[in-house]
């Protein structure tokens, strides 16, 4: 039987979880909770998260970046010129060139700016980075990111942080008919079931911060979203049955006695 196995920029990932590293108690919570996810890929603010000061406890310390792949984005950029700036300095400082690329377009609802998300992952795919990008539920603007060169699309459920769910589901199954790049649901999600319903849409993955970061029980919700992304994940590769109208007997109607 063929692996099921997420595939991003020729890398090929067991867990279809991504897990940020924002929002926690202590770093060692973030660990905890990431060793428990089971996640291989982890994001890392450049902007935020300390990866270079050894005067103060670092993520590298919590997280061993030779098992788990790091994911540098650009949280809390809001122009391209600062994106471009801060991927550039995680590739100086790690090697790293698989990158999340997020620019937003306003402080209060955190939504993608997309014509300057579209100019940076043309420029960024020019200059050799694989470009994993954070955008609207926008079915055209996923085929011109993958024009340009994206490898991945990264749509928001609902604004960051909400924990609203996935608000259009209709967008989220027509960019899943639009692309051949993996699909992973970013931002807005807020519980476990929510994660099983973008896998069923037939999302390759999604990536999961505060809705684990700011639980009651940080651990045992990353529990939660792995078990859910993979029952989601096996309920989408099953096939769902037919909707009906109508009912219809599970057992035979013939030779009643």
């Avoid at 550039?88 to 990158?99: F, S």
């Amino acid at each position: 039987m063929k692996l099921d196995t997420l595939k991003i920029a020729n890398k090929n990932f067991k867990s279809r979880l991504i897990v940020g590293t924002g929002k926690y108690n202590s770093m060692l919570e973030c660990s905890k909770a990431i060793k428990i996810s089971g996640a291989e890929i982890v994001t890392v603010a450049v902007r935020r998260v300390n990866i270079t000061d050894r005067s103060r406890p670092l993520l590298m310390d919590y997280i061993d970046p030779k098992k788990i792949m790091y994911l540098p984005n650009t949280a809390g950029c809001f122009n391209s010129k600062d994106a471009l700036r801060t991927l550039r300095l995680a590739r100086e400082i790690g090697g790293w060139k698989i990158v999340k690329l997020e620019v937003l377009g306003d402080k209060k609802n955190l939504f993608p700016d997309m014509i300057e998300t579209l100019k940076s992952t043309e420029i960024l795919t020019k200059e050799g980075f694989k470009v994993m990008v954070y955008c609207s539920d926008d079915p055209l603007m996923a085929k011109r990111l993958e024009n340009v060169g994206a490898v991945a699309i990264m749509p928001l459920a609902a604004p960051i942080g909400s924990g609203l769910g996935i608000l259009n589901e209709v967008n989220i199954k027509i960019m899943r008919a639009k692309t051949k790049l993996p699909l992973i649901i970013d931002a807005g999600l807020g519980q476990a079931s929510d994660a099983s319903i973008a896998m069923e849409l037939g999302c390759d993955g999604v990536l999961i911060n505060s809705a684990i970061a700011m639980a009651k029980k940080p651990i045992l919700m990353a529990k939660a979203f792995k078990d859910a992304v993979i029952s989601g994940r096996n309920s989408f590769l099953a096939g769902r049955m037919k909707k009906n109208i109508f009912a219809k007997a599970s057992s035979p109607l013939k030779g009643l006695i």
